[in-house]
């Protein structure tokens, strides 16, 4: 079993920043990570993705060069900065695990975390 809490959700204003933190304990050994978001009406979306070494990462399109995913193995955890965030960025942000590198499919994300809120005004 893996468990993840999430951190660091808020409200913001268009244009700011936000970093999200996920903490990871139990079974983490070679887990690859990755951040979703569900807005209201909407379905699951993967936004980002790492390794356990945190050399490969995965990016959504809408994220790209504006979202950075990063991992510290010394502690569990995995972070996602966000930066020039937009109104539609806001959604309910998810923590999720798997064993299998570059996967998108929330269906493919065997163990998630509750959700933290990022809400950005315009």
């Known amino acids: 079993q893996v468990q993840l809490v999430e951190s660091g959700g808020g409200l913001v204003q268009a244009g700011g920043s936000l970093r999200l933190s996920c903490a990871a304990s139990?079974?983490?050994?070679?887990?690859?990570m990755g951040w979703f978001r569900q807005a209201p009406g909407k379905e699951r979306e993967f936004v980002a993705g790492v390794t356990w070494s945190g050399a490969g990462t995965w990016y959504a399109d809408s994220v790209k060069g504006r979202f950075t995913i990063s991992r510290a193995t010394a502690n569990n955890t995995i972070y996602l900065q966000m930066n020039s965030l937009k109104p539609e960025d806001t959604a309910v942000y998810y923590c999720?695990?798997?064993?299998?590198?570059?996967?998108?499919?929330?269906?493919?994300?065997?163990?998630w975390g509750q959700g933290t809120q990022v809400t950005v005004s315009s």
């Open positions: 999720a695990a798997t064993t299998e590198n570059g996967r998108r499919r929330s269906d493919d994300f065997r163990f």
């Open positions: 139990g079974r983490t050994f070679s887990n690859y």
